[in-house]
């Protein structure tokens, strides 16, 4: 019997972006153990250029069908979609469908694969796939690196969006063969919201494949290096529009709705300067022993924060880098700074995906973060030290200690972290496959 299925993965290398990893590890888990996943994605080097990193794909198995299709180029209707005023998250499966549709066709045609995965984001492709599967009669599998209608960085156009978004979102989950999640408590929360779905949710947590060989040694002398890498998550904007009154908006923004309690500012560098900013006045000397660097795309509102708390001579922000790039740097860096959003309803349900490639230098990390999974992984893994954004007296005290000594807090709990590694976590995606196959 022939182990067919296929991945639709809009994020795969050699697009640069941390929902890359994950279909990539995927597609060379199941190649290894005999499986033959096809992968539809997009050409991003004709179409993204400017985000790609061909060394991604260098761990990809030589002989795996990956088919990169076109996607219609974006346009004023497309921006307009990309609003979300027009009842779809993002323009994607409007760019992509023909495309897309044909893909599956031809390799349902040719291969008969016995499901389909399709990960996500982008959300738009959610109904699009699930409802091809249905047509089909081939079991779909949904793969959620983030929730749909939970996560609230920005408000939903209308309640007539959001409970739209729901119902399709409880539809999809319902019909898919299992829904994937990406940490515990993001399948508490969907448990909650949908209670009679709580079957459908498996953990696979994303996750770092080995632990790095640490080639440097920090020399006594020098400055204490902190690193951050990607994204936050936070636009200022959002967060005003979000707690406004609907008077107080533009007439297109009068219905905008915002289900949940959600700050988006703690998932900011903003309590970490402000526990840096304390620090130098309190104690100046550290001051000239402290250097922040920063990668990734640079937001606007980044320079004024900075400056909001004197730390220009401190904090650098470099840019975009390519993944070797990338591990160099982690490689140069005495600690790793990481950040979380502060929910009303809940417990914080994310980890960064760059916790993961944090955790497999065993270095120490700067936790600045909420109750909830960012937390509990950091202490579990014993690998870093939790600071309380609401308490910067207690967090300079803090800081100081892990800047004096940063080998205190390298504790590492090897088998915790060994569960973290990718071929424990797609152990539980592989046992669910099996079933499909009958294994």
């Known amino acids: 019997m022939e182990k067919n299925f296929v991945i639709v993965a809009y994020d795969f290398p050699p697009l640069n972006s941390g929902g890359s990893l994950r279909p990539a590890r995927m597609l060379k888990y199941f190649s290894d153990k005999g499986f033959n996943p096809i992968v539809i994605t997009i050409d991003h080097e004709k179409y993204l250029p400017d985000r790609t990193d061909k060394t991604l794909c260098e761990k990809l198995p030589p002989n795996a069908e990956v088919i990169r299709t076109p996607i219609e180029r974006t346009n004023l209707l497309t921006r307009l979609i990309d609003t979300g005023y027009l009842f779809l998250t993002d323009s994607i499966s409007f760019r ?3 495309f897309l549709t044909k893909s599956l066709d031809d390799a349902v045609a040719k291969y008969k694969p016995r499901f389909i995965l399709v990960t996500l984001p982008p959300f738009s492709i959610m ?10 009669g081939i079991p779909v599998i949904l793969d959620l690196r983030d929730p749909l209608t939970y996560w609230v960085s920005s408000p939903f156009p209308s ?3 959001y409970n739209y978004l729901r119902k399709m979102e409880r539809n999809c ?6 829904t994937l999640v990406v940490t515990p408590g993001m399948k508490e929360i969907y448990s909650k919201i949908y209670p009679g779905l709580k079957d459908k949710f498996e953990v696979v947590m994303n996750s770092f494949d080995d632990y790095q060989k640490i080639s440097k040694t920090r020399k006594s002398n020098s400055k204490f290096t902190i690193g951050y890498f990607g ?3 936070y636009n200022p904007y959002s967060e005003e529009l979000k707690r406004k009154k609907w008077w107080q908006k533009k007439p297109y923004q009068y219905f905008q709705y915002t289900p949940y309690d959600q700050d988006w500012k703690y998932r900011s560098p903003y309590y970490f300067f402000q526990t840096m900013n304390e620090l130098f006045f309190q104690f100046p000397r550290y001051r000239d022993k402290t250097e922040v660097f920063f990668a990734g795309n640079k937001p606007e509102w980044f320079d004024n924060m900075v400056d909001e708390f004197a730390l220009r001579d401190v904090v650098k922000h470099i840019g975009f880098v390519g993944k070797e790039e990338a591990v160099r740097l982690h490689e140069n860096y005495d600690a790793f700074l990481i950040t ?11 980890i960064a995906g760059k916790t993961y490639d944090y955790l497999s ?5 700067i936790g600045f973060v909420t109750k909830g999974d960012q937390q509990w ?3 579990k893994s014993g690998l870093g030290l939790v600071f309380n954004p609401d308490n910067a007296v207690e967090s300079v005290q803090k800081l100081k200690e892990i800047i004096d000594k940063p080998e205190k807090f390298v504790k590492p709990e090897i088998e915790f972290l060994n569960q973290l590694k990718t071929e424990k976590q797609l152990d539980k995606l592989g046992s669910v496959v099996k079933t499909l196959f009958n294994l």
Do not use: M, T
């Open 96 to 98: 992509w469908k023909k």
């Open 127 to 136: 109904k699009l796939v699930h409802s091809y599967g249905r047509k089909k």
């Open 159 to 161: 309640r007539l969006h």
């Open 173 to 178: 989950i319902e019909s898919s063969f299992k």
């Open 231 to 233: 994204s936050f998550y």
């Open 340 to 350: 979380s959003a502060r929910f009303k309803e809940y417990n914080d349900y994310c």
């Open 361 to 365: 230098f065993q270095k120490p990390i």
């Open 377 to 379: 992984v950091i202490e």
